[in-house]
Nanobody, 114 residues
Framework: VQLQAYGGGLVQPGGSLRLSCRAS????????MGWYRQAPGKERELVAD??????TNYADSVKGRFTISRDSGVTVTLQMNSLEPEDTAVYYC??????????WGQGTLVTVSS
């Protein structure tokens, strides 16, 4: 499975960004897709994920501000609203297969700053 992420960039506090990630390759085995992030000096953490049955899961810090969605099972989108400086991080797309294989995208930088 290959994951190609799009989006990211610089936004002012309170602004919005959308991240997208498209899977290719052995896509029929994908179960969960999601987004993780890693801020400088911190460990990588789950932001949100979504199963093949569209069951979603969010980190407490983004609930009510971020929305994850999935299209045709191969594209996952993270709509990020009301962004805060604390959301600044490199965001990574992730895919987990039914056979418990784990794949990562290349990472995309989100910077929230005035």
């Amino acid at each position: 499975v290959q994951l190609q992420a799009y989006g990211g960039g610089l936004v002012q506090p309170g602004g919005s960004l959308r991240l997208s990630c498209r899977a290719s390759g052995r896509i029929f085995g994908i179960n969960v897709m999601g987004w993780y992030r890693q801020a400088p000096g911190k460990e990588r953490e789950l932001v949100a994920d979504i199963t093949s049955r569209s069951i979603t899961n969010y980190a407490d810090s983004v609930k009510g501000r971020f929305t994850i969605s999935r299209d045709s099972g191969v594209t996952v989108t993270l709509q990020m609203n009301s962004l805060e400086p604390e959301d600044t991080a490199v965001y990574y797309c992730n895919a987990n297969t039914y056979s418990r294989e784990n794949y990562w995208g290349q990472g995309t930088l989100v910077t929230v700053s005035s």
